[in-house]
């Protein structure tokens, strides 16, 4: 009960946005944008963006830290066209 009153949401039993508190917990522990912190190495990770024009083929890489991600759900047609149960790993595959 004091953690949940310690927090800017309220949290006094109405729906609240969980991406949002679980981005504030974690900011409470140590800041995941920061290389070696406790969060960054437990819940950051890198995304890796690279951007090639068709013209030149110049490309262009751009490098991102985050701590969420948040993964598309499937629906039942995309669903059966991967083929078997909805896991975790299906829906980092659909998001990648």
């Known amino acids: 009960a004091a953690l949940a009153m310690s927090t800017p949401f309220g949290l ?3 729906q609240q946005d969980a991406t949002e508190l679980a981005q504030w917990l974690l900011d409470q522990v140590g800041d995941v944008a920061v290389d070696g912190s406790i969060t960054q ?3 950051g990770g890198k995304f890796r963006t690279t951007v090639v024009c068709s013209g030149c083929g110049h ?3 751009k490098v ?3 701590s ?5 759900m499937l629906d039942a047609r995309s669903e059966g066209e991967m083929g078997g149960a ?3 790993a299906r829906l ?3 998001f990648f």
Not at 68 to 72: A, E, F, K, S, T
């Open 41 to 43: 190495r437990c819940f």
């Open 59 to 61: 490309a262009q890489e």
């Open 12 to 14: 006094t039993g109405q």
């Open 92 to 94: 980092l595959r659909a």
């Open 68 to 72: 969420d991600l948040c993964l598309p």
């Open 64 to 66: 991102e830290s985050f």
């Open 86 to 88: 909805l896991s975790v």
